[in-house]
């Protein structure tokens, strides 16, 4: 006993100090959320430190920041169309890989995944020129078409996820009991994975909404969405009302990472 | 899984089994076509036809401003190449992504080594903290990054009330800048890597060395390190990808003296229109990110196995 208590005394000063360092890690990690925080109530006038006092002034004025109103309302229309557009071809398709069989599953599973291997910036040149000649740059239409591809993965990931880890002893059950294809479907497949065709569509819904680099190339001088507005606001401007805007964002992404993580766990829907 | 249920229902009638299920399957294959074409013609429009139009379009001759000679040359990739200055450019890329990797795995390993091995109630808190701002948007904590680095941010002006320093330090608008920023955005990629590529770190073999008498320092440089090798080596390779093919950091805390291919590749496209050259500089770019996703991919699986 007196021989054990000191080499456990060093090894806690070793455990301590390695939960030292890795506060310190997490406090760079959350430095930039942290400090937009701060600096959102400060009453500097332009980005300045220290912060000389506290208002809430920067949030009462971004309703009257026009840019940043039809921002979000080119956003919330752009990411609600793209969700339910994805939600519409991605579900049967998760359906078809993961409860048939058929030559070249393998292949187009890896073609709807495949979209996030390539680099946003290149996809992005790639819709300029497709969508330039055919009149469509700055419309609403080429963001959604932009963001179809880079928002599918994570609807199918989700749904084939609970497709693949339900048990489908029910489907066959009411299949033998004489039900058609799309009744079970409707009464038994989709309920059960339902959550995760949630969990699909909040991820999609996020990544569109907070997309830049697509809807900075094909609808910058037209439709700028949200984050577009605000790239242009920080490149331009140098006060703090994108610092509480961000905060609002940063809200609204707390009580989706909720969210998600209550749904199917964070970790894997990112993955 | 549903043909079971259907060679269930027909072993009564052994002879027409065989037709049935045939027919049967052939249905279902038509059914799964079905099921899957609407996503699969979605994705050719928006993604597969537009990614061939530009590798066809990076051929092209081009003029700038919109102007372009429909041909087959190389041109667009000759020029680059025979440019110091892009050299210049793709070498900063390279640099940016070495850099910023090994500088995000550094700092990201303690994190994934504490949350790999934590029985913490706290843990999933933790973990969630870790990766929670993925879902913030980069130009947020981009903008964050320039608060803290800018000539009258957080660290310069600590620093000048401290009196160490009299002048601001070119932290933002630098190449120094965007590294800091990228790290940090690149942080939550590495710990999850990291997190999964660290299966075979069990807990019971560093007990195990310890209670054999191997101090600390040893445990950790022969039994930790080693095992989490590969878990380094695949989140290194992510942030790579990601770091080389980033836009938004380079563009706006490099203050436009960071020219990496992504800025270059904006360039050309909305400011000079010159689409063959911005297409030939993604199809490099391209190259290089699928060289390497594909050396991660195969990393990845061969741990999986």
Not at chain 1, 215 to 222: D, I
Not at chain 2, 232 to 242: I, K, M, R
Request: some cysteine; glycine content about 8%; proline content about 5%.
């Amino acid at each position: 006993m007196t021989q054990l208590t000191p080499s456990r005394r060093r090894i806690d000063g070793g455990a301590i100090a390695f939960r030292i360092l890795v506060g310190v890690l997490y406090l760079f990690l959350l430095a930039p959320l942290l400090i937009v925080v701060v600096i959102s109530f400060s009453s500097n006038t332009y980005l300045s430190f220290p912060p000389e006092g506290f208002t809430w002034n920067w949030y009462a004025i971004l309703p009257q920041k026009t840019v940043f109103v039809s921002g979000l309302q080119t956003s919330l229309i752009t990411a609600s169309i793209v969700t339910v557009v994805v939600l519409l071809v991605g579900v049967p398709a998760s359906l078809a890989i993961q409860r048939y069989d058929f030559p070249g599953r393998a292949a187009i599973s890896a073609f709807f995944l495949s979209p996030l291997l390539v680099p946003t910036i290149v996809l992005a040149l790639g819709l300029v020129l497709v969508l330039g000649p055919l009149g469509l740059m700055n419309t609403y239409a080429a963001i959604v078409i932009g963001h179809i591809s880079i928002t599918l993965p994570y609807v199918m990931r989700t749904t084939m996820m609970s497709l693949a880890t339900s048990d489908t002893s029910s489907e066959e059950a009411a299949r033998v009991l004489g039900a058609s294809g799309s009744t079970v479907f409707r009464h038994v497949t989709f309920p059960i994975i339902l959550p995760g065709v949630i969990a699909g569509a909040v991820m999609a819904f996020v990544v569109s909404f907070d997309e830049l680099v697509i809807a900075l190339f094909v609808a910058q001088s037209g439709k700028p969405t949200l984050p577009v507005q605000l790239m242009n606001y920080v490149a331009t401007s140098a006060d703090a009302a994108v610092a509480s805007l961000s905060v609002v964002l940063i809200v609204f992404s707390a009580i989706i990472v909720v969210v998600v993580e209550r749904l199917v766990g964070l970790r894997r829907a990112l993955r | 899984m549903t043909t079971t249920a259907i060679s269930t229902l027909n072993l009564g009638r052994a002879g027409d089994r065989g037709r049935l299920e045939r027919s049967r399957t052939r249905q279902n294959r038509l059914i799964a076509w079905a099921l899957a074409l609407p996503a699969l013609l979605a994705l050719i429009v928006s993604y597969a036809y537009p990614l061939v139009w530009m590798i066809r379009m990076s051929f092209n001759i081009g003029h700038g401003d919109g102007l372009y000679d429909t041909t087959f040359s190389l041109d667009s990739y000759i020029k680059p190449l025979a440019d110091p200055y892009y050299w210049g450019v793709i070498g900063n890329t390279l640099l940016l992504g070495i850099l910023s990797a090994v500088l995000c795995i550094l700092v990201s390993y303690p994190i994934a080594l504490f949350l790999t091995k934590s029985s913490s109630k706290w843990k999933s808190v933790l973990v969630a903290l870790a990766i929670a701002p993925l879902l913030t948007s980069a130009v947020v904590r981009t903008f964050g990054w320039m608060v803290i680095l800018g000539p009258q941010g957080l660290v310069n002006s600590t620093l000048k009330n401290l009196g160490i320093i009299s002048a601001p330090l070119p932290l933002a608008n630098s190449f120094l800048g965007v590294v800091i920023g990228l790290v940090e955005i690149f942080m939550p990629y590495a710990i999850l890597g990291m997190m999964s590529g660290f299966g075979r770190l069990n807990p019971q073999l560093e007990e195990a060395a310890s209670s054999l008498g191997a101090n600390r320092a040893s445990v950790f440089l022969r039994v930790t390190l080693p095992l989490s090798l590969p878990g380094l080596l695949t989140a290194f390779l992510l942030v790579f990808v990601l770091s080389i093919s980033t836009f938004v950091t380079p563009q706006l805390l490099g203050g436009g003296r960071v020219h990496v291919m992504a800025t270059e590749i904006y360039d050309q496209t909305t400011g000079l229109l010159n689409w063959p050259f911005a297409a030939s500089l993604s199809v490099i770019l391209l190259i290089l990110f699928g060289t390497v996703v594909a050396l991660y991919q195969r990393l990845a699986r061969r741990l999986g196995a």
